[in-house]
């Protein structure tokens, strides 16, 4: 654990170390869009509470996640650390979840789910929580003809990941993960994706449906499949195109992103977005 260093813990009355467990990693610019993730999660799902591994947060942002008028359940865990990335469109937040068995020092939690902040939830995701395996990553569809004819191709997207936090610290002590880490670290494109998929030998992936649990609409816009997928999923990944940017060039990115929407500050940036895009006819 040298190469982490806890800040701080901190917990909200809310949150029940009995509920299922949502993990959730994200900086100071992405909080609003984590607020939201949570509220949009137990609109659908009332016993679940939230663990968040982050860098060291602003006061104003901490108080915004606590504030009790939202009635979520937080653990939040402050890191910092110890190491820099060498490629520097890698966010020091996606190490956090490679890294979450460790991170996560409550031993009467043995299995979390973890969702990227840019996701929206829209339904029940009970069988998720109920699925039983180690480790569980959520398809990736292909964003080309593949994804128009519907079909998915073998690749496991990290933006939803179901760990079993057991099974990772009985198979790797913290320091044997580093070293597979650090070792591979130079070889990955996607760092958290890709050494998750493929560095990962001793733990096999049970894959899931991506349409249901991971849809990501831009990989499906404009296709026949795409009402499809948005009435079937769980899960929107808002991964490309963000609705909150008004360079957005998926118009419809706004509305959709409004309509499974509960936190009104980030309700009013992504509608003040729309209103200032140059794509979206007036």
């Not at 939040?76 to 991170?103: G, I, Q």
């Not at 769980?234 to 706004?254: A, E, K, M, T």
Request: proline residues 3%; hydrophobic residues 40%; contains cysteine.
């Amino acid at each position: 654990m040298n190469n982490f260093i806890l800040l701080s813990k901190k917990t909200t009355k809310f949150f029940k170390i009995s509920d299922n467990i949502i993990l959730l990693t994200f900086d100071n610019g992405y909080y609003m869009q984590a607020i939201n993730l949570m509220m949009s999660v137990k609109a659908s799902n009332k016993n679940v509470s939230f663990i968040c591994i982050c860098e060291k947060l602003g006061e104003d942002i901490i108080r915004e996640l606590f504030n009790e008028k939202y009635a979520l359940g937080i653990m939040l865990y402050e890191y910092k650390m110890n190491f820099t990335l060498s490629h520097h469109r890698w966010h020091d937040a996606t190490c956090f979840r490679v890294f979450a068995p460790w991170l996560i020092d409550e031993d009467d939690i043995k299995e979390v789910i973890y969702l990227d902040a840019d996701i929206l939830c829209k339904g029940d995701l009970t069988p998720l929580f109920n699925l039983k395996a180690p480790f569980v990553m959520a398809n990736e569809l292909d964003g080309c003809c593949d994804a128009r004819s519907g079909s998915l191709n073998i690749y496991c997207n990290a933006g939803v990941v179901k760990f079993n936090l057991d099974t990772f610290r009985q198979t790797y002590s913290m320091e044997d993960f580093e070293d597979i880490f650090f070792s591979n670290l130079p070889k990955l494109k996607y760092l958290d994706q890709d050494f998750l998929n493929l560095y990962i030998d001793k733990i096999p992936i049970t894959k899931i449906n991506g349409f249901i649990y991971n849809f990501q609409p831009y990989e499906l816009w404009g296709s026949h499949c795409f009402d499809n997928a948005l009435r079937n999923c769980r899960l929107i990944h808002f991964s490309w195109q963000r609705p909150w940017d008004p360079n957005c060039r998926i118009v419809g990115y706004f509305d959709l992103y409004i309509n499974y929407s509960f936190y009104q500050p980030l309700i009013k940036i992504v509608e003040q977005a729309k209103s200032k895009s140059l794509f979206h006819k007036k």
